[in-house]
């Protein structure tokens, strides 16, 4: 695989004077799932439709396999987009629609009969063909703008925001459909979404995007534990970040206590920012805690409670699956991983 499948230099774009871009510098491998993740206005809709070519940067580099692709229109890139709202075609039905993009290149009727048929059955539509596009729900309804999609064998299939009109439970099923699609076809996704669960269910790499600017690149993983800035933290999942002294390598003071950690490279006695994860703090007995503190809170979330614990100087979230009393002193303690030391206020 080439990390430069795809390539961004420099994208540069304004609106009225307003930069919306900031010099994004980006590689995209071969057949990974891509997701371009952050808050509304960040940027990561309009460095989609650059690279679809609906949209002219100010400044633009846009490589395909190693070809600047800046001035091809949108027509005759191999890459095809699913938008929002689908976009289906309402006076045709699911067959004619998913059948468009054949029947306008003029392939003989049985090869698009085999193609429309294999595709439907690809997400999951088998039987649907005679079906008006305007009885579908939507789930279905973004199924044929996929299979639409697909069915012209683009490299690239551009995403944005497709799930956002779904309820809660048929968009977690999509998350796992469009994975298996992705997986099944071998083409590169490029997605676009401002929902954190989502981009960390389905994602190789995860960009983050704020202000015109990428933030992190990395993979799910990566990103949720290893932050690189304090927006990175406090956008993906809960957060715990706290003002801290890293005292030397591998020991940082949090709340006037020393803690081992397992993060280097800062000067002595820098000023930094902790992150922890509310799930990484264990309760203790409070005699054995290296934190100390009253729990003020309790909220049930299903999967675990939220505790709220107040020491001397800051409330802490912690999320466990065990029964504490409200008011009860109780200890925290941290494993050594489980604390992240950034720089303070880097790319924030």
């Known amino acids: 695989m080439s990390k430069d499948f795809i390539r961004f230099e420099n994208i540069v774009k304004d609106y009225d004077g307003q930069l919306i871009l900031k010099s994004i510098n980006l590689a995209v491998e071969e057949n990974a799932f891509v997701t371009l993740l952050g808050p509304s206005g960040s940027g990561k809709t309009t460095l989609l439709r650059i690279l679809g070519g609906f949209v002219e940067a100010n400044e633009v580099a846009v490589y395909f396999k190693e070809m600047d692709i800046s001035s091809v229109p949108p027509y005759k ?11 289906l075609f309402p006076h045709m039905n699911v067959y004619d629609n998913v059948a468009f993009g054949l029947n306008i290149k003029k392939m003989d009727k049985q090869t698009i009969d085999h193609k429309v048929r294999e595709m439907l059955r690809l997400v999951g539509l088998s039987g649907f063909e ?33 799930l956002g009109a779904l309820d809660l439970r048929l968009r977690k099923e999509m998350q796992i459909e469009l994975k298996k699609i992705q997986k099944e076809v071998g083409i590169t996704f490029i997605y676009v979404t401002h929902d954190q669960e989502e981009a960390l269910t389905m994602s190789d790499e995860i960009v983050v995007l704020n202000n015109g600017e990428i933030q992190q690149v990395g993979s799910p993983t990566d990103i949720y534990n290893e932050p690189e800035n304090r927006f990175v933290a406090e956008f993906i999942g809960d957060s715990n970040i706290v003002d801290a002294i890293m005292l030397e390598d591998f020991k940082v003071k949090i709340d006037n206590v020393e803690f081992v950690c397992v993060d280097f490279g800062f000067e002595d006695n820098e000023n930094v920012d902790v992150v922890i994860r509310p799930e990484d703090f264990e309760i203790v007995d409070y005699e054995k805690g290296q934190l100390k ?39 925290l303690t941290l494993n050594k991983e489980d604390i992240h ?3 303070k206020f880097g790319g924030y």
């Open 77 to 87: 890139r191999e890459i095809n987009t699913v938008f929002q709202k689908y976009a």
């Open 130 to 162: 005679e079906r008006e596009t305007t009885t579908l729900s939507g789930g279905q309804a973004q199924r044929v703008a996929i299979a639409r999609a697909l069915i012209n064998e683009p490299k690239v299939l551009l995403l944005d925001e497709p």
């Open 293 to 331: 503190g009253e729990v003020v809170d309790i909220t049930f979330k299903g999967v675990h409670n939220e505790i709220t614990v107040k020491t001397d100087l800051r409330e802490y979230i912690i999320h466990t699956i065990k029964n504490v009393e409200l008011h009860k002193q109780v200890g």
């Open 341 to 343: 030391v950034m720089h």
